[in-house]
C-alpha cells in the first residue's frame, strides 16, 4: 500500500516523528513509514478504528466497511465507505475506509 497513505495514517495518530521516520506504535522504534503496517496488521490498525470512533464515528463493518457520523444519525451520512468482495480481505477494506476519511476529516 502507498506509504503516503501511511504517513496520513501516522499523522492522524500523532505518532512522534525524527526528520522521515515515526515512532512505531507497538515497538517505540522510530521506523520508515513503509514499516508501519496499518495494511497488514490487526494491532495497528485497530487503534485508528478506536480514534476514528471516539471522534463521534461508527465504524461498521458487515457487506462493506462504513464509517457514519453517530453525531447527526442521518441515513445516508457516511464519510467513508468500501464494499467488501471476495478478493478484498477485510483489513485491507478497513484500511482503505480509514484512508478515505482520514483524507475527508482532514479536508
Request: charged share 25%; glycine share 2%.
Amino acid at each position: 500500500m502507498s506509504t503516503e497513505n501511511k504517513k496520513l495514517i501516522a499523522e492522524f495518530m500523532e505518532l512522534s516523528r525524527q526528520l522521515h521516520l515515526y515512532e512505531h506504535p507497538l515497538t517505540g522504534e522510530y521506523v520508515d513509514p513503509e514499516s508501519l503496517n496499518y495494511d497488514t496488521d490487526w494491532n495497528m490498525l485497530m487503534p485508528v478504528v478506536e480514534k476514528i470512533e471516539s471522534l463521534g464515528y461508527a465504524f461498521i463493518m458487515d457487506s462493506a466497511v462504513r464509517i457514519l457520523d453517530y453525531r447527526t444519525n442521518i441515513k445516508g451520512d457516511i464519510k467513508a465507505f468500501v464494499t467488501l468482495m471476495t478478493d478484498i480481505k477485510r483489513i485491507e477494506a478497513t484500511y482503505k475506509a480509514v484512508v478515505e476519511f482520514i483524507k475527508w476529516h482532514q479536508s
